[in-house]
């Protein structure tokens, strides 16, 4: 057997690299999964790559309410309850210096990275309370617990969830419900070739060079892959970590030691 068997999850950001692979990981080790995420194409790509009947879509935009209700309404339609809720839908936003960004360029990444995860907690929460319990994980960063330049909205937003993840982890002990965060260092994809190819225009800089620069400052000499963390959140939705709740799981390559 399998270490999410009958286990049910939604994974939001479902159809990005890191989504995909903890969607892939999840099917494999028992689970049934809902993959949610505002880009249709991708998704059916996403389904199709992990095949079987063990995994499906929702399209849902996490910053309305509405759409969170739904996507927990269909893992429990189809699969009859939700386990594992996977926020980990998320943006970088622009690269710049504080006093550059548009309020409304704030207010869109909060929106997604903040907002959106806690509509999906106030969805989460009744269905999993429903099932006896459950596993939330969310997906944060080392910018949630280290401060970077330039991105000042991604960073607060990162380090919100980290706020809002141990307010839930506290209210929710009592109903058998965990939460954790997972917070990565730079994973190959494109939220960080985006980001390295902001900061590398900011300061002059290509964005390869960038790349190799930011490399050689992680203790391991390289960027995570997605699958890398997707074990990590594997642990964390599994009843092997069913004394693990209201922590900050780095998965870093060493990077805030």
């Given at each position: 057997?399998?270490?999410?068997?009958?286990?049910?999850?939604?994974?939001?950001?479902?159809?990005?690299?890191?989504?995909?692979?903890?969607?892939?990981?999840?099917?494999?080790?028992?689970?049934?999964?809902?993959?949610?995420?505002?880009?249709?194409?991708?998704?059916?790509?996403?389904?199709?790559?992990?095949?079987?009947?063990?995994?499906?879509?929702?399209?849902?935009?996490?910053?309305?309410?509405?759409?969170?209700?739904?996507?927990?309404?269909?893992?429990?339609?189809?699969?009859?309850?939700?386990?594992?809720?996977?926020?980990?839908?998320?943006?970088?936003?622009?690269?710049?210096?504080?006093?550059?960004?548009?309020?409304?360029?704030?207010?869109?990444?909060?929106?997604?990275?903040?907002?959106?995860?806690?509509?999906?907690?106030?969805?989460?929460?009744?269905?999993?309370?429903?099932?006896?319990?459950?596993?939330?994980?969310?997906?944060?960063?080392?910018?949630?617990?280290?401060?970077?330049?330039?991105?000042?909205?991604?960073?607060?937003?990162?380090?919100?969830?980290?706020?809002?993840?141990r307010s839930a982890a506290k209210e929710c002990a009592a109903d058998n419900i965990r939460v954790?965060?997972?917070?990565?260092?730079?994973?190959?994809?494109?939220?960080?070739?985006?980001?390295?190819?902001?900061?590398?225009?900011?300061?002059?800089?290509?964005?390869?060079?960038?790349?190799?620069?930011?490399?050689?400052?992680?203790?391991?000499?390289?960027?995570?892959?997605?699958?890398?963390?997707?074990?990590?959140?594997?642990?964390?939705?599994?009843?092997?970590?069913?004394?693990?709740?209201?922590?900050?799981?780095?998965?870093?390559?060493?990077?805030?030691?």
């Amino acid at each position: 057997m399998g270490r999410l068997e009958n286990k049910v999850a939604v994974i939001t950001g479902g159809a990005g690299e890191i989504g995909q692979a903890a969607g892939a990981l999840f099917v494999a080790q028992g689970a049934q999964v809902v993959l949610a995420d505002l880009n249709e194409d991708r998704l059916r790509d996403a389904v199709a790559a992990i095949g079987g009947n063990n995994v499906s879509y929702a399209v849902a935009d996490v910053t309305r309410a509405a759409d969170n209700a739904a996507m927990v309404a269909a893992a429990e339609e189809r699969y009859g309850g939700l386990d594992i809720f996977l926020a980990n839908a998320g943006v970088e936003g622009k690269v710049k210096p504080i006093p550059d960004f548009d309020e409304s360029e704030f207010d869109s990444v909060l929106n997604v990275n903040v907002k959106g995860v806690f509509l999906g907690l106030q969805s989460a929460i009744p269905a999993m309370k429903r099932r006896g319990g459950g596993s939330i994980v969310i997906t944060s960063s080392v910018a949630g617990v280290e401060g970077y330049a330039n991105v000042s909205p991604y960073v607060t937003s990162k380090h919100a969830v980290v706020g809002m993840m141990r307010s839930a982890a506290k209210e929710c002990a009592a109903d058998n419900i965990r939460v954790n965060t997972v917070n990565p260092s730079p994973v190959e994809g494109r939220m960080i070739s985006s980001l390295n190819s902001g900061m590398g225009e900011l300061v002059g800089i290509g964005a390869e060079d960038l790349k190799a620069a930011s490399m050689a400052g992680i203790p391991m000499q390289r960027y995570g892959r997605p699958e890398e963390i997707a074990q990590v959140m594997l642990f964390l939705a599994s009843d092997d970590a069913s004394w693990v709740t209201g922590s900050v799981y780095l998965a870093d390559g060493g990077n805030t030691a």
